[in-house]
């Protein structure tokens, strides 16, 4: 390959995130960038390249052939959009004959050959220490490893002016970590990522959240409490005085982080207002069967701890595990409305490339097609083990639909109007957990969002419907 940087030439890069499936009940949230690309967008910038970073969906638009004009495209792609990422690969090439695509992501990764249809290279892993050179120099390898950043102090501090329409987002993600030390069969994150839980230091995650100019900050890691100490420590901080522009915060967490009644205490005095909590099942043979390592007692005890702390929880819950069958969804809807989860996401377990799970499913034929577009757990792309595809897929959505109502929402309103009553009388009968206005909000959002995607995927059901006893259609 020809170097794009010739003679200290600054390149124009393009570094793109495809856009997602919008249908979902978690869309309020699609618009918020993945942080790969930023920091790639950063060190080239830093290098004194021209860079532009565009999330399609934050940009409210799809991109087209007169927003491809560049020296390099960098594409970082899940899953679900790597389909859409493949078609801005193809465009780009029509529109840039002498210029490069750059593929990366935790799909392109597994899935190199099929990627290299489009690409001119592929980066699997992390590639913060590749991409300058990959940039500057070129490489003749179509399949270039990244190199863990074992010192996450070492990454740069991200220039968000570089993301198009970043003044839009209302929240401000950080991640603070990497790697995960637990092995759920289904997550791509340890494949990607590795078992080595990485951390950037105490001190330059408080400067980190010094530089938020949001309120509302997110924290991506897949386990933010993984460590406790560091955990307490950088809580303390939060604690010690004000952080940038800070005043909430929410956080991906296991529901083992409970145990720590500290901990809770100090997260909800410090404004955690939500953490998002991988529970994945109430079916304890299903949870043994996911390497999750907690029981349903264990998910049922987190929320209530979470909630006694004034800490709303966002559920996550996947259907369609070897041991689950056709009971389990309505139970967990049960489970959902007796504990009062704040919001929830009922998903059908997906069989993502890289993961264990992938591997069994394929071995075992059991994949109903490879239309990456559908792997999204939202879809169901694999014959379940005690529960046919489009029962499965009715279900989800039926459990969905009983969860984000108009009824629920009203009585949640009406609860919330009775305890800000109560706290203004005294709290004498204010109960921890209780609804909240945003509650509200979420299942109204979550009625009109499922509502769409059940007319919007009418097709898909009506294939999983038709599917003859067995079949399998594997492309």
Known sequence: MTPVRVDGRRSKVLLVEPSAVLANVFSAYVGLPLLGPMYLGTILAHAGHDVTVINEDLLGRRLEQADLEADVLCLSCLTSTVQRGYELADMFKKVNPSGRVLMGGPHVAFMQEEALEHAHHVITGEGEKVILDLVEHGTSEPVVAGIPVDDLDELPFIDWSLLVNGHLLKVQ????????????????????????????????????????????????????????????????????????????????????????????????????????????????????????????????????????????????????????????????????????????????????????LFRRLEAEGRLLHRDWRYYD??????????????????????????????????????????NALARITGGVIERFGAPSVANVIYKLMGKRIVHDWIRENSGYIEYLRDLPPGHTSEA
Not at 273 to 291: C, K, P, Q, T, W
Request: net charge neutral.
């Open 173 to 356: 993600p950080v991640m603070l970590s990497r790697g995960c030390p637990f092995d759920c069969n289904f997550c791509s994150v340890t494949a990607m990522f590795g078992k080595r839980y990485r951390t950037m230091s105490v001190e330059r995650v408080l400067e980190e959240l010094d530089r938020v100019t949001i309120p509302n900050v997110f924290i991506y890691d897949d386990n933010f409490a993984a460590r406790k100490r560091r955990t307490h420590a950088i809580i303390d901080g939060i604690l010690h005085k004000k952080r940038g522009a800070m005043r909430w915060w929410n956080a991906q967490v296991r529901a083992d982080v409970t145990r720590d009644e500290d901990l809770l205490e100090k997260m909800g005095r410090s404004g955690c207002g939500r953490v998002y909590v991988g529970f994945e099942s109430i079916n304890d043979r299903a949870l043994a069967e996911m390497h999750k390592g907690i029981s349903a007692s264990d998910v049922r005890q987190a929320v209530r701890r979470f909630h006694s702390h004034v800490i709303r929880v966002h559920g996550m819950f996947m259907f369609g595990s070897d041991a689950d069958d056709a009971s389990v969804p309505g139970d967990t809807g049960r489970f959902v409305h007796e504990e009062r989860l704040d919001s929830v996401q009922y998903m059908v377990l997906t069989p993502f490339p890289g993961t264990p």
């Open 377 to 418: 757990a939202m879809h169901v792309v694999f014959r379940p083990a005690r529960i046919g595809p489009y029962e499965l897929q009715m279900l989800a959505m039926e459990t969905y639909e009983d969860y984000y109502s108009v009824i629920r929402a009203l009585n949640d309103g009406l609860e919330t109007g009775v």
